[in-house]
């Protein structure tokens, strides 16, 4: 099965601590380490696990951190489709605390891939699934090629001016900046998933009513929460490319979600 991610990419260190800082205050890190993270960075690495490879459809900055980022994510077994743009990378710096919460800082603009860039869209035409976190509206008409087409809350106005019709919708419930009420996108998804962390979540079937699923297990101790999402939404994008039924699927995917809370970091290296 061929899988793609069309996205954006940061290059995330990661500062382990016991809490953060409050204002004028230091505290020491107990770990440091650092990684190319970032929405379409997380999935695509999950999907090139999952499925033995994946397209990763990106903008890099023209700078050495951008060229690493590419380097990188080749290293972690993602084929890596991007045009070089702009003068720097976009980074992030992120506090992990004892709780396990992530709280993110990012330097830079966010660099998507627009569809007027000359990369090789039309191999999306034989992807079997594609997660799409970033992008202009060409883009994600680009990605509807496919047979399954998954995209994040946070590219909502790309995908209400490509007008194109989703198999899945995935939002965060808890977060303000990803909400989706039913008629902000003609037509709608036919599905619509809104995560809730330990809780489980809850999803919606075109022209259906809201359902629970449950949640998944913690596979091991608690690292911190980063990319948990983001895996959450690779493992649906394989599951219903697999033509898995939606609850089997939905279930898949909780699991991937579940995982990345007991990795550190992006990818856990």
């Known amino acids: ?116 860039d000359p990369l090789p869209w039309d191999e999306l035409a034989v992807a079997d699934g594609v997660y799409f976190v970033s992008g202009d509206a060409d883009a994600i008409r680009a990605a509807r090629w496919a047979r399954v087409l998954v995209a994040t809350a946070r590219s909502l106005p790309a995908v209400r001016e490509a007008g194109v019709q989703l198999d899945a919708l995935v939002r965060s419930g808890n977060d303000a900046s990803e909400r989706y009420e039913p008629g902000d996108l003609n037509p709608p998804p036919r599905l619509d998933v809104a995560t809730a962390g330990r809780l489980g979540g809850m999803y919606t079937l075109a022209g259906g009513e809201p359902e629970r699923y449950p949640p998944s297990p913690l596979p091991g101790r608690l690292e911190d929460t980063y990319g948990a999402g983001d895996s959450f939404a690779a493992g649906l994008t394989f599951a219903l490319a697999e033509r898995r039924p939606v609850e089997e699927a939905l279930a898949f995917a909780s699991r991937r979600g579940a995982a990345a809370l007991a990795r550190r970091g992006a990818h856990g290296v």
């Not at 990661?14 to 205050?25: D, K, L, M, N, W």
């Not at 992030?92 to 919460?101: I, K, N, Q, R």
């Open 1 to 116: 099965m061929k899988f793609a991610v069309v996205g954006h990419v940061e290059w995330v260190e990661f500062a382990r601590v016991e809490r953060v800082p409050e204002a004028g205050e230091i505290v020491h890190a107990r770990e440091v380490w650092a990684e190319p993270a970032g929405g379409g960075a997380v999935a695509a690495v999950q999907l090139a696990r999952l499925a033995g490879a994946c397209t990763f459809f990106t903008a890099l900055g023209n700078d050495e951190l951008g060229h690493r980022v590419h380097h990188e994510l080749a290293r972690l077994g993602v084929r890596v489709q991007a045009v070089f743009r702009g003068d720097f990378q976009r980074r992030a710096f992120t506090f992990v605390d004892d709780a396990g919460e992530r709280t993110i800082t990012v330097i830079g603009e966010r660099l998507g891939p627009a569809g007027s």
